[in-house]
Structure formats: C-alpha cells, structure tokens
C-alpha cells in the first residue's frame, strides 16, 4: 500500500476560516516537507520537519514520528490559499514519499 | 535572483520524436531533480542527480534520461515520446545538508499528441 497517505482530497473553505490536513506514514519517516502547488503550478515549499511543530504566519505544522503522521493547519484562511497541497516524507533512504495531494478551495 | 528555471514552458510534439527540456538552479544547490505530475496531480520522482550519484527510478522508461554539464543543470531528454510522456514536468533542487527543502521550478507542460 501507499506508504504516505494525505487526506482530505479535497476541503473548501469560506475566507476566515480554518482546518487542517493531514498525512499518514506506514513506515517510520525521518522528515516531512509540505507544499503548496498555486494556480500557476509553481511548487512551493512551506515547511521542512524533521520533529515537532513550525509555525510561519497562519499555517502551523506538526511532524510526530512515533505516532507517523503530520499535520499542516490553515486558520483565517485567504483566497490566496487555494491550490493544492502536498506532504513529502523523507524515508530512511533520503527518498521522498509523497502524498497524493489535497484540493484547498477557499470561497469569498 | 536565486531560483529554478525551466524551459520550455510549453512543448506540444507528436508520437516519436526526440524532446529536451532544460532545468537550470541558481541556488548553489548540489542536488537536482526531475519529477513527473499526470494529469491527476500524483507526483513521481524519476530521477535524482548530484556529483556523485544518479539514482533513477527503476518505474521510469529507458527513452527517459537525464543529461547534466555542470550541478547546476540537469536537462530532461526523452528519445521518443508516447502519448503517456504528456504530462507537466518538475525540476527541483536540494542542498545536501540536514534541512534539503526541495526548491522546484515552474514546470514544462509536454502534450504528445
């Protein structure tokens, strides 16, 4: 099976309002990265974890390795949040997993 | 500016012929990288290139191969493309240290008709 499964596929969201998405690891990751794909396609990384929680401006991510999951949250979410966005976990071989992505489309 | 740069932005072409596509990173960054993006969003690594190893993805099919001159360029050669080669085409690079954030480039978008 997929060893980084990222959920929710899809979220939309009124401006001004929050959640979170998440991934989950079937084996044990040594970091994860989350991204932002806008609608121009442009990739943009928004954090690197190797543990614990980063917080840059309304997004806050959460890597714990024990339990194999990590969190991205949005709160007071802007149009411009919208797109897609994905998690990438670096296995112990330094590959990266990545998630299948989740649509964010944030309504006015 | 300090960033990735890809092009084309666009190649349309037909089953058969020979496409390039260039991937160039001003970030003095030691790792390069060329993914493919299908048309469902799913990212797959193909390729991963530094001065000392090219690790391929055993998935990837041999008419895909990469072509670097320097570590601050990793072009994309397909030989002869199929209509599945469309798709968008992701170069990104990483420094080989504790934190190797991928940086990725804008894309070329391939349709092979």
């Known amino acids: 099976g997929d060893q980084v499964e990222q959920s929710p596929s899809a979220l939309s969201l009124h401006e001004g309002t929050g959640s979170a998405l998440r991934c989950n690891f079937t084996t044990t990751m040594r970091a994860v990265q989350w991204f932002q794909q806008n609608s121009r396609g442009s990739l943009i990384n928004l954090f690197y974890?190797?543990?614990?929680?980063k917080e840059n401006g309304r997004l806050k991510s959460t890597f714990n390795s024990k339990e194999s999951y990590s969190t991205l949250h949005i709160r007071d979410a802007q149009l411009e949040d919208s797109g897609t966005y994905f998690c990438?976990?670096?296995?112990?071989?330094?590959?990266?997993?990545w998630g299948s992505g989740t649509k964010l489309i944030i309504k006015p | 500016e300090t960033a990735v740069f890809q092009t084309p932005n666009y190649h349309v072409t037909q089953v058969g012929n020979e496409v390039s596509f260039n991937c160039k990173q001003t970030l003095g960054h030691d790792t390069m990288y060329w993914y493919k993006q299908d048309s469902k969003k799913l990212l797959k690594i193909m390729f991963s290139y530094n001065n000392k190893q090219l690790i391929v993805n055993e998935t990837v099919p041999r008419r895909f191969s990469p072509q670097s001159s320097d570590k601050a360029h990793l072009n994309l050669r397909i030989k002869s493309v199929e209509p599945e080669d469309s798709a968008v085409y992701l170069c990104?690079?990483?420094?080989?240290?504790?934190?190797?954030?991928?940086?990725f480039g804008p894309g070329t978008r391939l349709l092979v008709l």
């Open positions: 974890l190797a543990s614990g929680t």
């Open positions: 990438a976990a670096e296995d112990s071989n330094y590959q990266l997993i």
């Open positions: 990104a690079s990483s420094a080989w240290d504790r934190e190797d954030t991928q940086y």
